[in-house]
């Protein structure tokens, strides 16, 4: 039951670091608050096998506090790589345009 509370808080924390991060128009509306809630159940998964108490405080914020790192981390790197891309193919693109 705790993984499905888990799963929806990295979600959350995903849809936020949407919204709350720069060029969201470069990359889908799902991608990042999925991959919150990947984020959040793998690091969730594993602090369990290290041994963390489901019931104990530290799992929660290691899980939420690592969720938004990650995911502020792959929304800002996302977003600078998909401009670049963009303005490099821009270039390239309008390079060998003939102009009339």
């Known amino acids: 039951m705790e993984l499905l509370f888990v ?3 990295g979600a959350i924390l995903g849809l936020a670091a949407r919204y709350l991060l720069p ?19 793998v690091i969730w998964v594993v602090l369990t096998w290290a ?9 929660w914020w290691i899980t939420l506090i690592g969720t938004a790192v990650v ?12 401009t670049a891309s963009d303005e490099r193919l821009l270039h390239e693109l309008s390079r060998g345009a003939v102009a009339r």
């Open 51 to 59: 041994g963390l108490a489901w019931d104990g405080g530290w799992i």
């Open 71 to 82: 995911v502020a981390v792959t929304d800002l790197l996302l977003g600078r790589l998909r």
């Open 23 to 41: 060029r969201r128009h470069t990359h889908g509306a799902v991608l990042v608050p999925a991959l919150g809630a990947a984020a959040a159940s």
């Open 7 to 9: 799963v929806l808080g």
